[in-house]
């Protein structure tokens, strides 16, 4: 019942509200490429290829959004109870979905240093086993109980937002099914461009919204809590702008960093890039 109230005040900003710019170029050189419940629009903007909604979801009758709302997205958000977290930590979390351990070695066999930055921390269970591989690890996370019950409980450290980090450098940036929930996406890139060092590693993984790719199946993954869709060429087209090359597209991180491939025709688009400028 918690997710009723935002989504239907969604669909009623959806009637009488719509984006007039694109949220990551402030561009107006954008068209509908399709629409969902009759009158929330998918635009595509033609400068810079993001996908967004029109309107974007504001919420005026609701507060605490990701609290809320994006608490029924699954395990991700879920905080384990302390029975669960004593049996994760107990067994390293392996064998749940929890698990990143492969991952991080992979990570860190490519990285210039130890000081890893993720952005979309949940309750902290990446930094705490980035952490275990030996990255001094920091965290960004907008939702105020996960933060707060990852610096209590796992000890990681999780800021309130990407402010508090100006002046500090790290050797790599992750984030992962993160910026998608973006409603605004016009400093994001040059936030994490003066945070890393030259040479340092940007890992982004978000949802594939290639509509030219998959059509309408792909039109469930945007919304009220996904307002933005990404595709390879969005990173193709953008990141160079921003100071990185990017080093390889994956389709998974059981590929990841050996086999890289032209554009991503799974669910998900991985893209590695490296801060040359």
Known sequence: MSNLLPRLEFLAQSLFKKQEFCPHCNSKNFQPIASKYFSIKIQQC?????????????????SKLY????????????????????LLKDNYFQASDKYFGDRLQAIKLLSPGSKMLE?????????YQAQQHGFDATGVELS??????????LGVDIVENINKLKGRVFDVVYTAHTLEHFIDLSTIFKDI???????????????NFDYEEFGKQSLSIMGAVHP?????????????????K??????????FPEIAVDKSQQEVVIVMAEKVS
Not at 144 to 153: A, D, H, K, P, T
């Open 46 to 62: 033609h400068s810079c290829q993001l996908c967004f909604t029109s309107p974007i979801y504001q919420p005026l009758l609701t």
């Open 144 to 153: 105020e109980s996960r933060r707060l019950f990852g610096i209590q409980n």
């Open 119 to 127: 952005i979309g921390s949940s309750w902290g269970y990446f930094l």
């Open 193 to 207: 461009s003066s945070l890393l060092c030259i040479k340092g590693l940007l890992l982004i993984e978000v949802p």
């Open 246 to 255: 990017i080093r390889g597209f994956y389709n998974s991180w059981d590929t």
């Open 67 to 86: 609290d809320r709302l994006y608490a029924a997205e699954g395990s991700t958000t879920q905080i384990p109870s302390n029975d669960e977290l004593t």
């Open 228 to 244: 933005l869709g990404f595709s390879s060429k969005f990173f193709e087209t953008n990141l160079l702008k921003y100071g990185f």
